[in-house]
């Protein structure tokens, strides 16, 4: 059973950048895996941010960036808002199975 | 509007199943994937399985696959999940999400409000 490995805090200053990392206990992110990234508030179901690694959805504010870093799969946020502060989780899917990441605590202060 | 709306917060006790349901609206149900991911309390996401309602054709996670049934009613739009032998650990907000049957790029775009299981005895 593959366990997907992210930061379990990190902390930013607004209008700071920040980068979220995710990685399989498997090894490295390759090409087959999908990557997705999605944000969570308390008590909310959780919200699609970036998917197929770096693709963004219509609703995904352009600070937010994916990419693979370092054999890692990396969700940058560049100009940091304060609305920013949440749980951020990643995905890994292949071969029709999916793993979540344990998510990151962003704190925005 | 593009939504999927779930059915209501359940109680059972250990041992008993728990059904939950899944209503799409706002786009067509047999394009997409269903997909069910629970989240105990205070803790992360756990994807548990996925359905295409077109060819019946589904995946369970590790963990889930002696437990998990998942059906459809395609006339309605709505997909479920049946979850048996419960124990306290099951008590979680269980989650449905779509996926887009023709990339199946796991995109989760719409999520479902979500359903609390509470398991106690």
């Known amino acids: 059973q593959t366990v997907v490995t992210q930061e379990p805090s990190l902390t930013v200053s607004p209008g700071g950048t920040v980068t979220l990392t995710c990685a399989p206990s498997t090894g490295v992110v390759t090409s087959r895996y999908y990557v997705d990234w999605f944000q969570q508030e308390p008590g909310q179901a959780p919200r699609a941010l970036i998917y197929?690694?770096?693709k963004k959805h219509s609703w995904t504010p352009a600070r937010f960036s994916g990419s693979l870093l370092g054999g890692k799969a990396a969700l940058t946020l560049s100009g940091v808002q304060p609305e920013d502060e949440a749980e951020y989780y990643c995905l890994l899917s292949s071969g029709g199975a999916g793993v979540f990441g344990g998510g990151t605590k962003l704190t925005v202060l | 509007q593009v939504q999927l709306v779930q059915s209501g917060a359940e109680v059972r006790k250990p041992g008993a199943s728990v059904k939950v349901s899944c209503k799409a609206s706002?786009?067509?149900?047999?394009?997409?994937?269903l997909h069910w991911v629970r989240q105990a309390p205070g803790q992360g996401l756990e994807w548990m399985a996925w359905?295409?309602?077109?060819?019946?054709?589904?995946r369970c996670a590790h963990q889930f696959q002696d437990r998990v049934t998942m059906t459809w009613d395609t006339s309605i739009g709505t997909a479920y999940v049946e979850l048996n032998s419960l124990t306290s650990d099951d008590t979680a907000v269980y989650y449905c999400?779509?996926?887009?049957?023709?990339?199946?790029?796991?995109?989760?775009?719409?999520w479902g409000q979500g359903t609390l299981v509470t398991v106690s005895s």
């Open positions: 197929n690694t770096n």
């Open positions: 999400t779509r996926d887009d049957i023709y990339t199946h790029t796991w995109e989760f775009d719409q």
């Open positions: 359905i295409n309602p077109n060819t019946g054709d589904s």
């Open positions: 706002g786009f067509i149900f047999t394009d997409y994937y």
